[in-house]
């Protein structure tokens, strides 16, 4: 009877310790099971986290493309994938793939097409300054600050345009656009205020990701579309473009004052020249008359000194010679200073001759040397475009 009793319990402790091997067993599978599964949620999570950044990195590099070749920036799209629609006005829509396709740098890849790309832009409330996808030429380049082109063309389109309402967008406040990647497959609900195209903003870029909501969103300000567009560089380039333009205005004027002041100085001196030359002819006729003067009285005193009826006269013809001897002296003296005077002045003529000559060959470019020179010492940092207001130098 022990015995049976004994066989008995051994038999139950036996299915009590497979049961509880079974248990076990079972909870390690389970275990295992759930493990798998997290670590596959784990690992598709981060693939469509790097899926999302990959299609982020390419609409905003699509964007700024956009941007370079079309002078503004992208419409939303009615329609998933579509074209922009700048007709309706709208802020917020899809991302106008199919517009950016056209001037994107590289294609978007097949992998993103289950993926909800959702677009803001801002549009300035209206303000034809503001808008930042509206079109048209606002921009005009400015000789000195403040200073712009009267006779600027108005129907130039460009992207210095988008750079001027960026300009604005950036003083008033405004963002530049934004956007925002749904997960590959997501429905429309677990994207928040991101996929209600009724109100123009984004969930915050900063908003934690979990089972439901897994958008990534970027917003990039007025002044980072600015600086990716280059448009301080290019500003500036125009800039002294046009302050180049107004420099050559200003040599061509220094010119023409060149040539009018060298063609009047030789004219001037053509007058010099002949009036230096009646007084030089004057003074040789005066040098002549006293060389006469002297040889009359001369030839008289012999006379007179040979016949004692003339010698009284003597005296008379002795003075003559002396006073002809000091008027040929003087007359010498004024023939010599007349003779350089009018060297001189022939030296004046022919240099202002050349001056006018000259002003009328040399380069245009060669007479904004000084203006250049005065723009250097200014110092490099300081923007061309207060050179502007500086005085034309000669060349």
Excluded at 17 to 34: C, I, Y
Excluded at 172 to 180: E, F, I, L, S, V
Excluded at 188 to 215: C, K, M, Q, V, W
Aim: aromatic share 6%; glycine share 10%; charged share 15%.
């Amino acid at each position: 009877m022990n015995v049976i009793k004994k066989n008995a319990l051994s038999a139950r402790r036996q299915r009590g310790v497979a049961a509880l091997g079974m248990s076990l067993l079972t909870v390690a599978v389970a275990g295992a099971a759930l493990g798998s599964a997290l670590l596959y949620q784990s690992r598709n999570s981060q693939s469509h986290a790097g899926e999302q950044r990959h299609a982020m990195r390419w609409a905003q590099q699509a964007v700024q493309d956009f941007v370079s070749a079309r002078g503004r920036l992208p419409c939303p799209a009615a329609s998933r994938a579509g074209a922009e629609d700048c007709a309706s006005g709208a802020e917020k829509g899809w991302l106008p793939v199919a517009s950016l396709l056209s001037t994107a740098g590289t294609r978007l890849s097949p992998a993103h097409d289950s993926m909800a790309l959702r677009y803001l832009v801002n549009r300035g409330e209206g303000s034809r300054t503001l808008d930042l996808a509206a079109s048209g030429a606002i921009y005009q380049p400015e000789f000195s600050p403040g200073t712009r082109p009267a006779a600027y063309p108005t129907d130039l389109v460009g992207t210095m345009d988008v750079c001027v309402r960026l300009l604005n967008a950036e003083k008033a406040g405004n963002m530049g656009y934004g956007m925002a990647v749904g997960a590959p497959g997501a429905a429309e609900s677990a994207s928040g205020i991101n996929a209600d195209f009724t109100n123009a903003s984004l969930e915050p870029p900063g908003r934690a990701t979990d089972a439901i909501y897994r958008d990534l969103v970027a917003v990039r300000t007025a002044r980072e579309v600015f600086e990716a567009a280059r448009c301080g560089e290019t500003s500036a380039s125009l800039d002294a473009m046009a302050v180049a333009a107004t420099w050559v205005e200003a040599t061509l004027d220094v010119q023409r004052a060149n040539v009018e002041r060298g063609e009047t100085n030789a004219k001037i001196n053509t007058l010099g020249v002949m009036s230096d030359g009646f007084y030089l002819v004057d003074s040789m006729a005066d040098l002549g008359n006293g060389v006469h003067n002297m040889a009359d009285n001369a030839l008289k005193k012999a006379i007179a000194s040979t016949n004692p009826f003339l010698w009284p006269f003597v005296p008379v013809h002795a003075g003559g010679v002396s006073k002809a001897l000091t008027g040929i002296a003087l007359s010498a003296v004024d023939t010599a200073r007349n003779a350089g005077t009018l060297a001189i002045r022939a030296g004046q003529l022919h240099a202002f001759k050349n001056m006018s000559r000259a002003a009328i060959e040399q380069p245009v470019w060669q007479g904004a040397l000084g203006m250049l020179a005065t723009a250097q010492e200014a110092g490099i940092a300081a923007p061309l475009r207060a050179v502007a207001s500086l005085d034309a130098t000669e060349p």
